[in-house]
């Protein structure tokens, strides 16, 4: 019961069409009287109706049954995968996490989501929940859909194959997924065990940004991201649909495979991107620029530049900066940073942030490279250009703080002595 990848489709947003039947999809029109082969019309709207055309997005769905013909939902007992970020006091220390523990056998992709942190809501349509997954089974017999938001998938380790209802997405650590809200899906793990991170967007959907000075070209390029072409099957059986709506999640039976859509248009759609493809920008003169330049996708507030998240990498460059201390700076921030590493070093952190750790920097709490880093970095030869390889860092950034879960806080795997990494930096003041 495995649908294969039909090939990929190029582009950001584009008004996309795609068939698995010749013929299937109408012409001319959306809901004809009667579909070709006997097919459901069903309309996916991932905007307002009335959003402006470059914010618009909607799909049309040409379906062997309509999303409506399941049985009727049932709450499932909460787990650790949720949007409950706590209303209690929220720590400013410096926050850092070893990688998930293995799961023991069995567990799928939906069960093996944890929540990390977050902040905002699904209710209020603002803020993100950040979790992370560490699954070694395929989805059997059920199919998940998230009504709260858009979820990027990172992968850090194993790759993921990812049955939408509108195709096939193979994703492998490197690259990223994006699954848009309310599209139906089933994970299956070809390495037999996949790790990393999920960003859910509860606000604005993921956009480019804009490039200003840098011109036409850059960061990520639009031709850069596939979106998958029509995949279906015609299955029969007794299967869940899982939901997850305002934090939680439901359950319903379904007699049939959801991923039935036989042909589909329009630019609602999941999509993939390797971010090895990603352009990277740098300082070619002196200092090191704001990590903005590392901006992968965004979702904008509705404050002008500034973004409910940004998707941002740290991904491998040169660096030439003259007469310049080469990694991160000290800093505080307005803006919240959660940080993942795929692969690798992180070039301001020496030892510690291991690949699948994470580590939480909120809104004004200082940090920057740790004791080691500093001291390596404040007398390195800055005539010579740095090298930086085999390495894949992440980082979801927002405008509001981001509010560690409790199962995180209490989590075995935290490193309760992460911000002992900065006690060794010492006084070179001289008067
Ligand atoms: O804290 C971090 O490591 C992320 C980060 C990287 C950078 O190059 C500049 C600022 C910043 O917050
Ligand atoms: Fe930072």
Redesign the pocket.
């Known amino acids: 019961m495995t649908l294969q990848s039909t090939g990929y489709q190029t582009g950001f947003g584009n008004e996309f069409a795609s068939e698995a039947i010749p013929g299937a999809l109408p012409i001319g029109r959306n809901s004809p009287q009667q579909v070709a082969h006997g097919l459901y019309a069903e309309q996916l709207t991932g905007s307002a109706f009335t959003a402006p055309r470059h914010a618009n997005r909607r799909s049309w769905l040409y379906r062997i049954r309509p999303a409506a013909l399941h049985g009727k939902f049932e709450l499932l007992e909460q787990g650790a995968f949720h949007n409950d970020f706590g209303s209690g006091p929220a720590t400013p220390e410096k926050l850092r996490w070893n990688p998930l523990p293995t799961p023991p056998a069995g567990v799928d992709f939906l069960d093996g989501l944890y929540t990390v942190a977050g902040n905002g809501s699904p209710e209020a349509a603002v803020g993100v929940g950040i979790h992370l997954y560490a699954a070694n089974a395929d989805m059997h017999g059920r199919w998940f859909c998230n009504a709260d938001g858009e979820l990027m998938l990172v992968p850090q380790s194993g790759r993921l194959h990812i049955e939408t209802e509108l195709g096939v997405l193979d994703v492998e650590p490197q690259e990223i997924a994006v699954l848009p809200r309310g599209v139906r899906f089933r994970v299956s793990l070809p390495d037999g065990q996949a790790t990393g991170y999920v960003c859910e967007n509860f606000g604005a959907l993921f956009k480019l940004p804009d490039l200003g000075p840098i011109g036409s070209n850059g960061l990520a390029n639009a031709r850069d991201f596939l979106t998958p072409n029509a995949a279906y099957e015609d299955v029969e059986g007794n299967f869940s649909l899982i939901t997850k709506f305002q934090g939680h999640l439901w359950r319903a039976d379904i007699d049939h495979s959801p991923l039935d859509v036989v042909a589909w248009h329009g630019n609602y759609a999941p999509y993939k991107y390797d971010l090895r493809r990603f352009n990277v920008m740098g300082s070619i003169s002196y200092d090191?620029p704001?990590?903005s330049i590392f901006l992968v996708l965004h979702s904008p507030s509705d404050t002008p530049g500034t973004s409910n998240v940004d998707f941002a990498i740290?991904a491998p460059r040169v660096l030439a900066m003259q007469d310049t201390f080469r990694p991160?700076?000290f800093?505080r921030?307005i803006a919240s940073?959660f940080?993942g590493l795929v692969r690798g070093v992180?070039d301001?952190k020496a030892d510690g942030f291991a690949p699948g750790g994470c580590s939480l920097?909120n809104c004004m709490t200082g940090?920057?490279p740790d004791a080691a880093t500093f001291e390596k970095a404040s007398v390195a030869d800055t005539r010579k250009p740095d090298y930086i390889t085999d390495t894949m860092a992440i980082?979801f950034e927002t405008r509001a703080v981001i509010r560690p879960t409790a199962q995180a806080m209490d989590a075995v795997h935290r490193q309760l002595d992460y911000p002992d990494c900065w006690m060794g930096l010492k006084k070179h003041f001289v008067g």
Do not use: I
């Open positions: 090191h704001d990590p740290f991160p700076w800093h921030n940073e940080m992180y301001a920097h940090h920057g980082m």
